[in-house]
């Protein structure tokens, strides 16, 4: 079983920037980002395919938000910039066992604990 932990979560007002990470504690394939905000479903944030060459991203953060891997480090990270406040949220890194890239809960295996990012109007 491969253990995911993020880190890089806070504090930031709107417009700032912040960069995710999530190390994992062996190799990992397709990678993905999630995120829940009190209250609501957990939501499809961003993938990235073993290469990196792959990526996919939700409509909500196209264009602001970054999905990049360094796979020599087992870590995957997610660049937010342009920070607005509906994009408070638990992050939670996400891992799954093909090639693929998916936007569903189930395409993915194992989870991290989860980071809080808040973001200030």
């Known amino acids: 079983q491969v253990h995911l932990v993020e880190s890089g979560g806070g504090l930031v007002q709107a417009g700032g920037s912040l960069r995710l990470s999530c190390a994992s504690s062996?190799?990992?394939?397709?990678m993905g980002w999630f995120r829940q905000a009190p209250g609501k479903e957990r939501d499809f944030v961003a993938a990235?395919?073993?290469?990196?060459?792959?990526?996919y991203y939700a409509d909500s953060v196209k264009g602001r938000f970054t999905i990049s891997r360094d796979n020599a480090k087992n870590t995957v990270y997610l660049q937010m910039n342009s920070l607005k406040p509906e994009d408070t949220a638990v992050y939670y890194c996400?891992?799954?066992?093909?090639?693929?890239?998916?936007?569903?809960?189930?395409?993915?295996?194992?989870w991290g604990q989860g980071i809080q990012v808040t973001v200030s109007s």
């Open positions: 996400a891992g799954r066992y093909d090639y693929g890239l998916g936007s569903r809960l189930d395409d993915y295996a194992y």
């Open positions: 062996g190799r990992t394939f397709g």
């Open positions: 990235i395919g073993r290469s990196g060459s792959s990526t």
